[in-house]
């Protein structure tokens, strides 16, 4: 039998076998084994560890497809079925459940940032701040203009004898302000 193949059957990888070997492990598969039960310590062996740790290469966790499956559901179903409140679950004790629902709540995440970025790129949604300071340079511009209505206002007004000549053109003047300020707005 060669080395290779002892260590296969013993379960331990070919390096470790000749690290084994020089510890003074015999390279018969019996006498090995009878070796190894006296000379290691148990709990430094794969059999022992206590983690679950097999000793192996990891497996891997699928990762999921981008491609769509044949779910037949509508959309209202699917909508109900991502915003299931079972999903927002994450205490329980199954390892597999924790990881379907923490992956699905992940892939909502997702999802929905995504969905913002398309509707700020759309045009479908603004920014909150550019919209408060926009909207704050058109109220200041409005009250800018209407306190500066008396310094404007007065040399046109004061050869003015009737009072409804001065309330049309302080009116006009008023709209002409409102409508700037509407316009500014939009």
Not at 9 to 33: C, F, H, N, V, W
Not at 34 to 51: A, H, P, Q, Y
Not at 120 to 142: C, I, M, P, Q, Y
Request: charged share 30%; net charge negative.
């Amino acid at each position: 039998m060669t080395k290779t193949e002892l260590a296969q059957k013993l379960g331990i990888s070919r390096q470790m076998l000749y690290k084994l070997a020089d510890m003074g492990m015999p390279l018969e598969l019996q006498t090995a084994t009878e070796w190894r039960s006296k000379n290691l310590d148990f709990f430094k062996t794969k059999n022992g560890r206590i983690d679950g740790n097999s000793g192996g290469r990891a497996v891997s966790i699928p990762s999921v497809s981008n491609e769509t499956t044949g779910d037949t559901r509508s959309l209202e179903e699917l909508q109900a079925a991502v915003n299931n409140t079972s999903q927002l679950d994450l205490d329980g004790n199954d390892a597999d459940e924790l990881y379907k629902n923490s992956r699905a709540l992940k892939e909502k995440a997702q999802a929905l940032a995504a969905k913002l970025e398309l509707d700020l790129a759309s045009g479908n949604v603004v920014v909150r701040d550019d919209v408060h300071k926009a909207a704050f340079e058109a109220s200041r511009k409005l009250r800018d203009n209407l306190h500066s209505l008396c310094k404007q206002a007065a040399p046109n007004v004061i050869g003015m004898t009737a009072p409804e000549a001065i309330e049309t053109y302080l009116r006009d003047e008023v709209d002409r302000m409102l409508e700037e300020f509407i316009e500014t707005c939009v």
